[in-house]
T-cell receptor, first 108, second 112 residues
Framework: QKEVEQNSGPLSVPEGAIASLNCTYS??????FFWYRQYSGKSPELIMF????GDKEDGRFTAQLNKASQYVSLLIRDSQPSDSATYLC????????FGAGTRLAVHP | DAGVTQSPTHLIKTRGQQVTLRCSPK?????VSWYQQALGQGPQFIFQ???????QRGNFPDRFSGHQFPNYSSELNVNALLLGDSALYLC???????????FGSGTRLTVV
C-alpha cells in the first residue's frame, strides 16, 4: 500500500518569508510527484510536478525531490497571505495518491 | 476551452437514498477518475474510467459504481447512502490516464 505522509500543520509563516512544506512517501518505485494547492471549499489546483532528483523552480515555487530519501518538498519564496491554503503532495502514475495535506497560514 | 465540469455543486440526501454525480471532462481528455475527499483529509481514489470501462478501483465498497459514456463524460453512483459518505467528490480528467490530471470544482454531498 503506497503511503504519503505530510505534517498537517498549521505551518505559520510571516509575509515575505520562505515556507517549506515536506512530504515523505513509502513506495521506492514512485516516479512522479505533484504539489497541489487547495483553498478551503475549493478543488485542488496543480502547482508543480517533478520527476527527477534535484530542484525544479517555477516563479516563487521550488520543488525538491530526493528519491534515495523518499522525500519531496515545496518551497514558497516571498510568501503572501494569498498563499494561505492546504498544500497536498501526491504520487503520480495511473492514479494520484494524496497525502492529507499541510495547512499553511501566511500572516501579515 | 472548458475545463472539467461537475454537477450538481451541492447535494443533500437522506441515509439509505441513492445519488448520481456527473462529470464532463476537459476537452481532449478521454479518462475520468473520481475521488472522495472527507473533511481534513486528502482526496481518496475511488475509480477510473477509460474507453467506457472501469480500469482501476480504489478501496471502496460496491455501493460506489460508475459509468463512462461515449462522449467521455462520466457518472458516479452511490447506493444506500451512509452518513460517512458525506464528502467532497472530485472528478479529474486526463488523456490516457497519464499524469496531466485536471480537477473539476467538485460536488459537496451531505448525507443526513
Amino acid at each position: 500500500q503506497k503511503e504519503v505522509e505530510q505534517n498537517s500543520g498549521p505551518l505559520s509563516v510571516p509575509e515575505g518569508a520562505i515556507a517549506s512544506l515536506n512530504c515523505t512517501y513509502s513506495d521506492r518505485g514512485s516516479q512522479s510527484f505533484f504539489w497541489y494547492r487547495q483553498y478551503s471549499g475549493k478543488s485542488p489546483e496543480l502547482i508543480m510536478f517533478i520527476y527527477s532528483n534535484g530542484d525544479k523552480e517555477d516563479g516563487r515555487f521550488t520543488a525538491q525531490l530526493n528519491k534515495a530519501s523518499q522525500y519531496v518538498s515545496l518551497l514558497i519564496r516571498d510568501s503572501q497571505p494569498s498563499d494561505s491554503a492546504t498544500y497536498l503532495c501526491a504520487l503520480g502514475g495511473n492514479k494520484l495518491i494524496f497525502g492529507a495535506g499541510t495547512r499553511l497560514a501566511v500572516h501579515p | 476551452d472548458a475545463g472539467v465540469t461537475q454537477s450538481p455543486t451541492h447535494l443533500i440526501k437522506t441515509r439509505g437514498q441513492q445519488v448520481t454525480l456527473r462529470c464532463s471532462p476537459k476537452s481532449g481528455h478521454d479518462t475520468v477518475s473520481w475521488y472522495q475527499q472527507a473533511l481534513g483529509q486528502g482526496p481518496q481514489f475511488i475509480f477510473q474510467y477509460y474507453e467506457e470501462e472501469e480500469r482501476q478501483r480504489g478501496n471502496f465498497p460496491d455501493r460506489f459504481s460508475g459509468h463512462q459514456f461515449p462522449n467521455y463524460s462520466s457518472e458516479l453512483n452511490v447506493n444506500a447512502l451512509l452518513l460517512g459518505d458525506s464528502a467532497l467528490y472530485l472528478c479529474a480528467s486526463s488523456l490516457g490516464g497519464t499524469n496531466g490530471y485536471t480537477f473539476g470544482s467538485g460536488t459537496r454531498l451531505t448525507v443526513v
